[in-house]
């Protein structure tokens, strides 16, 4: 396997595949053989909870050799073709399972929305299913072994499907040996809307009575952790390496609780932008960090004027050579008038304008 | 050339061409999606097939066919296209213009550069669009004559043999470096980039297929020149027919200041010519045989240039604006006229080749 894998992953291999590459050819071969992508079967769903109109569902992942393995708290980008849609729709999903190692299978924990194409898809998801993955992103992570714990205490705070990288992190924490005499307390305070909606309720029932030195609180309905409540339930929170994930509402709480303390770390849904015709938000260039007032121009026009200089051509959309990526947000082509929100997509910034709130890679 | 129509009625005839693109766009769906996997599909399939038969030497014209086919549909219907962002909107990173790298020794980068911004927004326009000739030809009255361009048939052939590498050096702009318009140290990156890109291909098509069929490697790198020969023929031919036969107009760069959309749309119809043909003739074209629908519309999946091309003629024709097409063996023919008659220096009373019928506006 190793010198199949390193055949196909020569320069000499992408020489002979060009223009495609080897990947396209091994993937019409087996859709489970790839050099250089990342592909994951599904092996299996279940159901953790039924609510009307907002399911949840884990799915069992298996990636192909490709897969360079997780830390607890990163996210991956599922890539889905639907049947029917010729589209590719791209999400970004934490991965719920415990840190993995190369070609090692993870979950994904998805929640249903009503509007949401992709998760609704998933949620329903049927075992042989090949999705589109990316290697595992992001710096929400837990970065000490606890191989070699440290002494701090640590805290996680989440709301809704924000439980997911959380309990990636408290999972990989008891999978690897941590237990109470470690001597550093876990605390896992989560929010979900009511007990029904409740994931993991079995495992972190679990959890809480083993001895295990974790405490679970698990709150419901209108009983979201304010400032007042986190003072009681880990004293000198503030002090207490945090990481915190969920809705915005609940997270502006955190925020405010914790003043400016380094020990928090956030990670945030993102917001479901509305669209409206007029100019509102702002837009955020995240490769520079500049962010402006958005001023219904065109994105290209508003980072020139904010001091930026992207690359551009013909300034009429026809040439792509201002094509940029859209992180968030939801932009209007000028031209045709039609709203795109679809997260992580390629636009032409000469002819896109902002709608709301936006960030774009410049 | 200057509009015939009034501002008027530019405008309108802009509407009608945007209204014809949003229908289009709206439309855009899995069969154009469908579409262009099958191209791929098939063409990977030639491809494989063409590499195979080198393997059997009596089967070598067969093998050499089936590349230069392969090499033909991807080049042109899909590198040329997916390059210009035409499938972009399906979010499959292996048909976005942002990545796809074509089989061609120039660098995708520099090709849509020189290409879908130059050559597309500056269509026709004298000093501006350098497809105008590649900086090598005499393809216009407007360009002055000089005793070099005594040599235009000659070049002419010397550009169709070695296409991919005339198309790979336009980027350099040598022609703007010999008049001192252009400085030699502008043309570091892009000398990086064309080598590297040059290497990946001659390794591939002169070493590595090559060398795997073994003691066949004269065989088989001679086929592989030959399959490269073929498309460089063919593409510049279907591209020459583009712009240069009779009827194809070009602009000055005076005309073309604060262009409104109508005024644009309306130079990339007199700028293009189309040929005629059947299907098959229109897929290994590129749909560059619909090349007036290609610059009103470059973006738009070019499968649809053939369904659409009957109502931009007809709105053409309702407007006077010439819609030039004709067979094959035609547009040939004129673009070999031109090249041969531009060698000369102008005659006293240039006359056109063919009498165009010059058709007014209705009277609004």
């Known amino acids: 396997m190793a010198l199949v894998s390193r055949i196909t992953r020569s320069r000499t291999a992408a020489a002979l595949a060009s223009p495609h590459g080897v990947d396209h050819y091994l993937s019409r071969i087996n859709p489970m053989w790839a050099a250089h992508e990342v592909r994951a079967r599904v092996v299996g769903v279940r159901r953790e909870t039924d609510t009307p109109g907002a399911p949840v569902a884990t799915l069992t992942l298996q990636p192909t050799a490709t897969w360079r393995g997780h830390r607890a708290g990163q996210y991956v980008q599922v890539g889905l073709d639907l049947p029917g849609s010729a589209r590719r729709m791209t999400r970004c999903f934490s991965i719920s399972s415990p840190a993995s190692g190369a070609g090692e299978e993870i979950t994904l924990t998805i929640r249903s929305h009503a509007d949401g194409q992709v998760s609704k898809y998933l949620v329903d998801a049927q075992p042989g299913q090949v999705l589109h993955l990316s290697q595992a992103q992001g710096d929400f992570t837990l970065p000490v072994s606890p191989a070699t714990p440290g002494i701090d205490p640590l805290l996680f705070i989440t709301g809704g499907s924000g439980i997911t990288p959380a309990m990636s992190m408290l999972r990989t924490l008891l999978r690897d040996g941590y237990d109470g005499r470690a001597g550093r307390p876990v605390t896992f305070l989560h929010h979900a809307r009511s007990a029904a909606d409740q994931i993991y309720a079995d495992e972190l029932a679990r959890i809480a009575a083993d001895d295990n030195d974790v405490t679970v609180h698990l709150r419901h309905g209108d009983a979201v952790f304010n400032e007042l409540e986190l003072r009681r339930l880990v004293p000198g929170h503030r002090d207490t390496d945090t990481w915190a994930c969920g809705p915005a509402g609940m997270i502006d709480l955190v925020r405010a609780a914790y003043a400016d303390s380094p020990r928090l770390r956030l990670e945030l849904f993102k917001p479901p932008s509305t669209g409206t015709d007029t100019a509102e938000g702002d837009l955020v260039f995240s490769g520079s960090g500049e962010q402006v007032t958005n001023s219904g121009a065109s994105i290209l026009e508003q980072a020139e004027a904010a001091g930026l200089s992207p690359v551009f051509g013909c300034r009429m959309g026809i040439c792509f050579s201002c094509t940029t990526r859209k992180a968030e947000g939801t932009v209007r082509n000028v031209l045709s008038g039609t709203e795109s929100s679809v997260p992580d997509e390629d636009i032409q910034i000469c002819v896109s304008a902002p709608v709301g709130d936006c960030v774009v890679d410049l | ?364």
């Open chain 2, 1 to 364: 050339m200057k509009p015939h129509l009034t501002p008027q009625q530019l405008e309108e005839f802009g509407n009608e061409m945007d209204a014809l693109r949003q229908r289009v766009l709206a439309d855009l769906g899995e069969d154009d999606a469908a579409y262009i996997r099958e191209v791929v599909r098939r063409q990977q399939q030639l491809e494989v097939l063409g590499r195979a038969l080198f393997y059997l030497p009596p089967a070598w014209p067969l093998a050499v066919a089936a590349l230069s086919a392969s090499k033909i549909l991807e080049n042109m219907e899909i590198g040329h296209n997916v390059m210009h962002g035409q499938y972009d909107w399906m979010g499959d990173p292996h048909l976005s213009s942002r990545v796809y790298e074509w089989d061609n020794v120039c660098p995708s980068e520099q090709w849509k550069y020189s290409h879908n911004y130059i050559h597309h927004t500056f269509t026709n326009i004298l000093g501006k669009d350098r497809d105008i000739g590649y900086g090598i030809l005499r393809m216009d009255e407007d360009q002055e004559w000089h005793p070099y361009y005594l040599g235009n048939p000659v070049y002419a052939l010397l550009l169709m043999v070695f296409f991919e590498w005339g198309v790979a050096m336009h980027d350099l702009e040598v022609e703007n470096i010999v008049k001192g318009t252009r400085r030699l140290e502008e043309n570091k990156a892009l000398h990086a980039g064309i080598m590297r890109k040059v290497r990946r291909q001659a390794v591939k098509d002169y070493v590595l297929f090559p060398a795997l069929t073994g003691p066949l490697f004269p065989l088989t790198l001679a086929g592989n020149a030959a399959a490269n020969l073929v498309r460089n023929v063919w593409a510049f031919n279907i591209i020459f027919c583009g712009h240069f036969p009779a009827g194809a107009e070009t602009f000055s760069t005076e005309e073309c200041e604060d262009e409104t959309r109508g005024h644009w749309y309306y130079r990339q119809v007199l700028g293009s010519a189309n040929i005629s043909g059947g299907p098959l003739f229109h897929v290994m074209s590129g749909n560059l045989s619909h090349q007036i629908e290609h610059h009103l519309f470059p973006d738009l999946p070019a499968r649809r240039y053939p369904q659409i091309a009957p109502e931009v003629r007809e709105i053409c024709e309702r407007y006077g604006i010439a819609y030039t097409t004709g067979p094959l063996r035609r547009q040939l023919a004129s673009v070999a006229r031109k090249i041969c008659r531009l060698a000369l220096p102008a005659r006293a009373s240039t006359q056109p080749d063919e009498p165009v019928a010059v058709r007014r506006p209705q009277a609004a």
